[in-house]
């Protein structure tokens, strides 16, 4: 399984209603509600990536009982020009959760509510950059998975110099927009 089906699979199932969260439901009678999922994504509904993020997302739903159109019901919004609209038309479809991959989408979906569950996968120190309190109390409405622990680069650059020795440079290319 490929880091970003991966990646995408986790934030699907972190979207799954804990059991005492369905009892409560439950004596509510909201058990066969429909949960309605908001995804929003920065690139386009036909670009390879996207496909392969939504058939990651999507090939969980049989291991954790999900129909389309019996108990889930997510919607894609595509916003790889415009984010912040796409933040606040996802928004206004008023859905159960979103669910968001990437810094910049996170950003623009936090901007947009501070009442809708976010659940973030593919951000990059969030707890660094603001995002969240803490991994471990992330406070508000946000939680989510990170892709990497930042303070974790010195044993990349560990590892990188037992498999070639001979590397005495080294340089990193990054998008500060993705940290």
């Known amino acids: 399984m490929r880091r970003r089906q991966f990646i995408t699979l986790v934030g699907g199932a972190a979207t799954v209603w804990p059991f005492a969260a369905r009892a409560q439901l439950a004596a509510r009678g909201q ?18 990536e996207a496909v ?7 090939s969980a739903w049989p291991e954790l009982r999900w129909i389309r159109g019996q108990n889930i019901q997510v919607d894609y919004r595509w916003a790889p020009g415009d984010l912040r ?17 990437s810094t910049p989408v996170l950003t623009a979906v936090r901007t947009a ?13 969030p707890d660094g950059t603001g995002v969240v309190a803490s991994m471990a109390r992330p406070g ?28 005495t440079k080294i340089a990193v290319l990054r998008d500060p927009a993705f940290l």
């Open 113 to 125: 509510t501070q009442s809708i569950p976010i659940v973030f996968v593919g951000v990059s120190d």
């Open 52 to 58: 392969a993020r939504v058939k990651g997302f999507e």
């Open 31 to 48: 058990v066969n509600r429909v949960r309605r999922i908001g995804v929003l994504m920065a690139i386009a509904a036909d670009d390879p």
């Open 85 to 101: 609209n796409g933040a606040i038309d996802l928004v206004a479809s008023s859905p159960d959760v979103i669910l968001t991959i």
């Open 140 to 167: 508000g409405n946000i939680t989510g998975f990170a892709n990497f622990e930042p303070t974790i680069g010195g044993k990349w650059l560990q590892a990188l110099k037992e498999m070639a020795p001979q590397v």
